[in-house]
């Protein structure tokens, strides 16, 4: 510009220029929440005071989707650990002895709770909390055998039961590792270490799957994510654990038995090892905070972060919202969505036969919860639907075996969905651990992150994250222009759901209205932590 205008440039034009870059930034930044929004979502409490940062920029997050992938890259990371370093995790559920790679040459030596200890005995310093509530108590057996043989303190893993309510739970399912003389690798999203949830994209419950431990209904398939975080939001993730862990209340219940020794903060300098945008978000219940006592440093007045992020996302979207959640069954956040159809050209959820509730006990058909899930997910997506000139948007899908129809038979015909992934125009997505149920977004302990590379489109870092879960469902490669747009690729999930044998199937739950057995149950394990 200067050589055009013979070294000088006009003042107008000056402007033009930084207006351009100005406007570029404020592009990416406006998916995100202001710290006024975030503290306005803690009830005034600041979140940048307790060493959270509002947003981070240079990080990088590897999405690690299905289980294989990603017990291959916890089992490197805890086989990494060494003198000095520091593990941490917040589980909802675990079973110690699921193997991260059945397919080693000594599948054993891979158990959860073998690395575990191993890395303790490397005086790799471990920290775990496992959620305990009124229908979980994984954490009891798994602790004691970490806090034997792998702990040089008194107590390493503890049962965590500083949650609002009975059914209330911390659903956060997260990992950090803190390598003292590098960096901080940490993992968000969906998935426990626990039964069923080794598998890969073919989700065609191989030899080496059937040797691992079931969970309470063995499914042929599971889909789950996680996502391995490196930069400062990493280290976001590792302090929030770090805060709950120096929380100062007691652990309700088992407070005798364990003792949560105060840890000291301490990391390695941060770094910038990718180009992505991520700001951590959170529920962490008013009531748990306020009524209970818990949170004191982390939220002492709870943090509503991540229903004000969803909130903003879908309200911000201008092509197409996707939904892909077990649950789908919370008003507040679907009104959200349904709020958003006339702006946008479509809605694609991804979601669970309401019948996977179901159990067999004593000979008898269990179906309550199954009802109540039927009851509350039909009332929720009817809201998508309330406006009948702007239905046509809506598509509904659950995932099945190809070339079976979806029986009570689990093992044999489903591929259950366990991941909590929602985006938005090929530009921002916010992936963790929260589903769209009422205790996830008012009550339980949860994490997620808000992520964008400041692009749009389909090669983007949420347009290739799209493409990648598309293909899995649709059993297409990435490069498939038929996932290049996501009208094109609705289409396809409309075709192959009409065949009834593909691994796509529409779904809509039944209207079963409601009954008092249903609400009993939604109220145990929906608990609302609304002050």
Same mark, same amino acid.
């Given at each position: 510009? @200067?050589?055009?205008? #013979? #070294?000088?440039?006009?003042?107008?034009?000056?402007?033009?220029?930084?207006?351009?870059?100005?406007?570029?930034?404020?592009?990416?930044?406006?998916?995100?929440?202001?710290?006024?929004?975030?503290? %306005?979502?803690?009830?005034?409490?600041?979140?940048?005071?307790?060493?959270?940062?509002?947003?981070?920029?240079?990080?990088?997050?590897?999405?690690?989707?299905? #289980?294989?992938?990603?017990?291959?890259?916890?089992?490197?990371?805890?086989?990494?650990?060494?003198?000095?370093?520091?593990?941490?995790?917040?589980?909802?559920?675990? @079973?110690?002895?699921?193997?991260?790679?059945?397919?080693?040459?000594?599948?054993?030596?891979?158990?959860?709770?073998?690395?575990?200890?191993?890395?303790?005995?490397?005086?790799?310093?471990?920290?775990?909390?496992?959620?305990?509530?009124?229908?979980?108590?994984?954490?009891?057996?798994?602790?004691?055998?970490?806090?034997?043989?792998?702990?040089?303190?008194?107590?390493?893993?503890?049962?965590?039961?500083?949650?609002?309510?009975?059914?209330?739970?911390?659903?956060?399912?997260?990992?950090?590792?803190?390598?003292?003389?590098?960096?901080?690798?940490?993992?968000?999203?969906?998935?426990?270490?626990?039964?069923?949830?080794?598998?890969?994209?073919? +989700?065609?419950?191989?030899?080496?799957?059937?040797?691992?431990?079931?969970?309470?209904?063995?499914?042929?398939?599971?889909?789950?994510?996680?996502?391995?975080?490196?930069?400062?939001?990493?280290?976001? %993730?590792?302090?929030?654990?770090?805060?709950?862990?120096?929380?100062?209340?007691?652990?309700?219940?088992?407070?005798?038995?364990?003792?949560?020794?105060?840890?000291?903060?301490?990391?390695?300098?941060?770094?910038?090892?990718?180009?992505?945008?991520?700001?951590?978000?959170?529920?962490?219940?008013?009531?748990?905070?306020?009524?209970?006592?818990?949170?004191?440093?982390?939220?002492?007045?709870?943090?509503?972060?991540?229903?004000?992020?969803?909130?903003?996302?879908?309200?911000?979207?201008?092509? &197409?919202?996707?939904?892909?959640?077990?649950?789908?069954?919370?008003?507040?956040?679907?009104?959200? !969505?349904?709020?958003?159809?006339?702006?946008?050209?479509?809605?694609?959820?991804?979601?669970?036969?309401?019948?996977?509730?179901?159990?067999?006990?004593?000979?008898?058909?269990?179906?309550?919860?199954? @009802?109540?899930?039927?009851?509350?997910?039909?009332?929720?997506?009817?809201?998508?639907?309330?406006?009948?000139?702007?239905?046509?948007?809506? +598509?509904?899908?659950?995932?099945?075996?190809?070339?079976?129809?979806?029986?009570?038979?689990?093992?044999?015909?489903?591929? &259950?969905?366990?991941?909590?992934?929602?985006?938005?125009?090929?530009?921002?997505?916010?992936?963790?651990?929260?589903?769209?149920?009422?205790?996830?977004?008012?009550?339980?302990?949860?994490?997620? !992150?808000?992520?964008?590379?400041?692009?749009?489109?389909?090669?983007?870092?949420?347009?290739?994250?799209?493409?990648?879960?598309?293909?899995?469902?649709?059993?297409?490669?990435?490069?498939?222009?038929?996932?290049?747009?996501?009208?094109?690729?609705?289409?396809?999930?409309?075709?192959?759901?009409?065949?009834?044998?593909?691994?796509?199937?529409? &779904?809509?739950?039944?209207?079963? #209205?409601?009954?008092?057995?249903?609400?009993?149950?939604?109220?145990?394990?929906?608990?609302?932590?609304?002050?």
């Amino acid at each position: 510009i @200067n050589a055009e205008y #013979g #070294g000088q440039t006009p003042s107008s034009m000056r402007a033009v220029v930084i207006l351009v870059v100005l406007g570029s930034a404020m592009a990416s930044d406006s998916w995100f929440l202001t710290a006024q929004e975030l503290d %306005v979502s803690r009830q005034g409490s600041s979140r940048s005071a307790t060493g959270i940062v509002d947003v981070s920029e240079g990080n990088e997050i590897i999405p690690l989707v299905n #289980g294989k992938p990603f017990m291959a890259s916890l089992l490197a990371d805890i086989n990494a650990a060494g003198n000095g370093d520091s593990i941490y995790s917040t589980m909802f559920e675990v @079973n110690g002895d699921v193997m991260l790679d059945p397919t080693a040459p000594d599948p054993s030596s891979t158990k959860l709770t073998t690395v575990l200890i191993a890395a303790g005995k490397r005086n790799a310093s471990l920290r775990i909390l496992v959620n305990d509530n009124i229908y979980l108590h994984s954490g009891l057996a798994f602790c004691h055998q970490i806090n034997s043989h792998g702990c040089s303190i008194s107590t390493c893993c503890a049962p965590e039961t500083r949650h609002h309510a009975p059914g209330g739970s911390v659903h956060s399912k997260a990992w950090s590792f803190v390598y003292h003389s590098s960096e901080v690798v940490s993992y968000v999203g969906s998935m426990d270490v626990t039964g069923d949830r080794w598998d890969d994209q073919s +989700h065609d419950d191989d030899t080496a799957r059937e040797t691992e431990p079931d969970d309470i209904n063995h499914f042929h398939g599971w889909h789950g994510d996680m996502f391995r975080v490196r930069g400062a939001a990493a280290y976001d %993730v590792a302090r929030h654990f770090w805060l709950q862990w120096n929380d100062p209340a007691p652990l309700p219940d088992y407070g005798l038995f364990y003792k949560l020794k105060p840890m000291a903060w301490s990391v390695p300098a941060v770094g910038s090892p990718g180009n992505l945008t991520v700001q951590l978000t959170r529920t962490l219940g008013c009531k748990g905070a306020v009524k209970d006592g818990f949170y004191r440093s982390v939220a002492p007045k709870g943090e509503y972060s991540y229903a004000a992020a969803f909130k903003k996302m879908v309200a911000k979207a201008r092509s &197409y919202i996707y939904m892909e959640d077990q649950f789908v069954f919370y008003d507040d956040a679907l009104q959200a !969505v349904a709020d958003a159809l006339p702006h946008v050209d479509a809605v694609i959820i991804v979601t669970d036969n309401a019948t996977a509730f179901s159990t067999h006990f004593a000979g008898v058909d269990v179906t309550v919860a199954s @009802n109540m899930r039927y009851f509350h997910q039909r009332r929720c997506l009817d809201l998508l639907t309330k406006n009948a000139s702007l239905a046509h948007k809506v +598509h509904v899908f659950e995932l099945a075996r190809e070339g079976y129809a979806l029986t009570g038979n689990f093992s044999k015909t489903w591929l &259950y969905t366990h991941s909590k992934n929602y985006f938005v125009d090929d530009e921002f997505m916010l992936v963790g651990s929260h589903g769209i149920e009422r205790t996830g977004w008012t009550n339980d302990i949860e994490l997620s !992150v808000g992520v964008t590379d400041g692009t749009s489109g389909p090669d983007s870092v949420v347009g290739k994250f799209r493409r990648s879960l598309f293909a899995e469902f649709l059993q297409l490669t990435v490069d498939d222009p038929k996932l290049a747009t996501v009208a094109s690729a609705v289409a396809e999930f409309e075709r192959q759901s009409a065949l009834g044998t593909a691994r796509v199937r529409s &779904y809509w739950p039944l209207d079963i #209205g409601d009954t008092k057995p249903e609400d009993l149950v939604y109220d145990v394990y929906e608990p609302d932590g609304r002050c």
